[in-house]
């Protein structure tokens, strides 16, 4: 089963700092377990923007944004057995020493892109209302016929949702332990329900794209740029 482990940067921090070194180590020690299977940091909350489309209007808000606690710092996608697992790998991550880590599953996870990777990489998050529903289908279907024009277009990377069940959970070092909260959680005014990698040229051609995805008409997308790391050395 894959899972992604998010790591949720908080805007008032806690604990020590985190560098990319240690984030290395760690992600070299899952790629010696064979259990990594894609992620990387993202530029700055401040580097980003955040997309939405009301009544045919599109709306585009430059980062930071003023009305989260929180933001996404990087992903990591891993590959194992259980979402128990998924947990105890999440419980090793130095990232709980500053912030969180979210463990969501990945129940339709499509990484077969067709973007040539010459350009830059973008992370659209699909941020809704917690209970968004889709009683007949419709939004997944309109999502998968924008699956299918970004592959056409030659710049999509992967993409999946981010699955509710198994519950999502959240890990945070606190008083030197471990701590683990179930979800949903209830101070969560808007929920990451999916996420898209595209490569565009540039901040501004990722948020056209973005433009035209249908999260857009019912959510918010927030548009960050996906930091190049070298690959975790197994």
Not at 56 to 59: E, L, N
């Given at each position: 089963m894959e899972f992604a482990l998010v790591f949720v940067n908080l805007k008032v921090p806690r604990g020590e700092p985190v560098t990319f070194e240690e984030m290395g180590r760690y992600a070299g020690e899952l790629a010696r377990e064979g259990k990594i299977r894609g992620g990387a940091p993202l530029q700055p909350e401040e580097a980003g923007a955040r997309v939405s489309l009301r009544g045919?209007?599109?709306?585009v808000t430059d980062?930071?944004?003023?009305?989260?606690?929180?933001f996404v710092g990087g992903f990591m996608i891993v590959d194992v057995a259980s979402r128990a697992e998924a947990i105890e790998v999440a419980k090793r991550c130095p990232a709980t020493r500053s912030g969180i880590v979210e463990v969501r599953a990945l129940p339709d996870r499509d990484a077969e892109g067709t973007a040539p990777?010459?350009?830059p990489r973008?992370?659209?998050?699909?941020?809704?209302?917690?209970?968004?529903?889709d009683p007949d289908g419709s939004k997944y279907q309109s999502m998968l016929a924008y699956?299918?024009?970004l592959k056409g277009e030659g710049c999509y990377v992967e993409s999946s949702q981010l699955g509710q069940e198994p519950p999502a959970a959240r890990v945070e070092l606190l008083g030197g332990r471990a701590v683990v909260t179930d979800g949903p959680f209830?101070?969560?005014?808007?929920?990451?329900?999916?996420?898209?990698?595209?490569?565009?040229?540039?901040?501004?051609d990722a948020i056209a794209v973005a433009k035209r995805c249908p999260a857009?008409?019912?959510?918010?997308?927030?548009v960050r740029e996906v930091i190049k790391v070298p690959p975790p050395s197994a």
């Open positions: 045919g209007q599109a709306a980062g930071p944004f003023a009305e989260s606690k929180e990777g010459t350009s973008f992370m659209f998050l699909l941020y809704g209302e917690p209970g968004l529903t699956d299918r024009t209830a101070e969560t005014k808007e929920v990451a329900g999916g996420y898209y990698v595209v490569e565009a040229r540039s901040l501004a857009a008409h019912w959510g918010t997308i927030e």
